[in-house]
């Protein structure tokens, strides 16, 4: 991140029309650039344009350890504020930066990064989906908040730029007959996996996360405290998504039925550990949607296209459709914009909860197909 300091090159530069000119150039990171000082007449001799140029060269070699490219900056937020992240951010993050935003920006002074020009960039990429063209919005200005915090910059550019995350199409949802159809030609651990997530709308790195000692059978709830993605164990980040959700009887049987059978069956074990990883570790979750799941929709008929997340959306339609009201199917899908009565009073395992999540669970019976512990299943 440092700098030499820069004496800079002073030089006289005739012009076509008009009288020659004094030109003072230096380095700018990558590039050469040239500032214009004035004429000869204004500045008869080089010991004048020397004078006229101090300015100048201090205010380009002020804080020369300072990020002056984009490049540096985002160098900068990687080594400070980047370690602070959770490992799957940092990832998700460093990539954002290494396929988009670096390749289009790094060589960009701070100063030349413009809302209007990041606003038309954004709208000319259509590889991106709005949902991720808003996440590179929001890390550019997430670099520039660091950069004014660590008083780089006095303005943040990107606060003016515009980008929805509108979806540009309509999540897929599915029938109680086609989870019922998908659910008859699988095979466990997943039969019981998306059995568990289409009845509770958990998120897969929630339900994959999951240990034995979080369902508390007699007290009829699931606690959550952890989330997994792409390995990696975290706590989940909001107050919302840590509050327990009902366990159904229905829901409790299909699980003590697997308890019964699976290879990881004591408290400390993961309810869908992976025998690959001798349990220490649970499976991953897109190899099975591609091995397993998808297969066994084609096989059922549904032509829709399918992803963990459909289970949420198709749990959350199913309870709305089931008569319960917004708050509670907010507070089953444990979203964090509850209302505040929601979000900061109600606590527990509520009887309007409970209700709805048994709707669904009456909705969707579970094939009684042999369960088989299925080693040979997408692994870690």
Request: contains cysteine.
């Amino acid at each position: 991140m440092s700098r030499r300091y820069q004496e800079g090159c002073l030089y006289r530069e005739k012009r076509r029309t008009g009288p020659t000119v004094w030109v003072f150039r230096y380095r700018d990171g990558q590039r050469n650039r040239k500032e214009q000082l004035g004429t000869v007449e204004q500045f008869p001799t080089r010991s004048d344009a020397l004078k006229a140029c101090e300015t100048l060269r201090r205010n380009i070699n002020r804080d020369a350890r300072n990020p002056r490219t984009f490049r540096e900056l985002a160098d900068h937020y990687t080594t400070h504020e980047l370690p602070r992240k959770s490992p799957y951010t940092g990832d998700v993050y460093t990539g954002y930066l290494n396929t988009w935003i670096l390749p289009k920006w790094g060589d960009f002074r701070l100063s030349d990064v413009k809302a209007v020009a990041v606003e038309s960039w954004l709208n000319g990429t259509k590889t991106l989906a709005p949902g991720s063209k808003a996440k590179v919005r929001n890390l550019m200005h997430a670099i520039f908040n660091h950069a004014m915090r660590w008083e780089f910059a006095s303005v943040n550019p990107i606060t003016l730029v515009r980008q929805s995350a509108k979806r540009t199409r309509v999540p897929e949802v599915l029938t109680a007959d086609e989870i019922e159809g998908l659910l008859s030609r699988m095979q466990d651990p997943w039969r019981t996996a998306v059995y568990v997530a289409v009845t509770t709308g958990l998120r897969v790195s929630e339900l994959l996360a999951l240990k034995w000692e979080d369902v508390d059978f007699a007290a009829g709830e699931i606690r959550l405290s952890r989330g997994v993605v792409r390995q990696y164990i975290g706590r989940m980040k909001t107050e919302a998504s840590r509050k327990p959700i009902p366990l159904d009887a229905g829901l409790a049987d299909v699980l003590t039925s697997w308890r019964g059978c699976c290879p990881y069956n004591q408290d400390a074990d993961f309810i869908f550990g992976s025998p690959d990883k001798d349990g220490k570790q649970p499976y991953w979750p897109t190899a099975a949607m591609e091995k397993h799941v998808r297969p066994a929709a084609r096989l059922a008929g549904i032509q829709k296209r399918i992803g963990w997340h459909t289970l949420r959306h198709t749990f959350g339609t199913l309870v709305k459709a089931e008569g319960a009201d917004v708050a509670t199917t907010q507070a089953l899908l444990r979203h964090a914009n509850v209302s505040i009565t929601m979000d900061r009073y109600v606590q527990a395992v509520t009887p309007a909860k409970r209700e709805a999540q048994s709707r669904v669970v009456k909705l969707i019976p579970f094939p009684s197909v042999p369960t088989r512990a299925s080693g040979d299943a997408a692994t870690a």
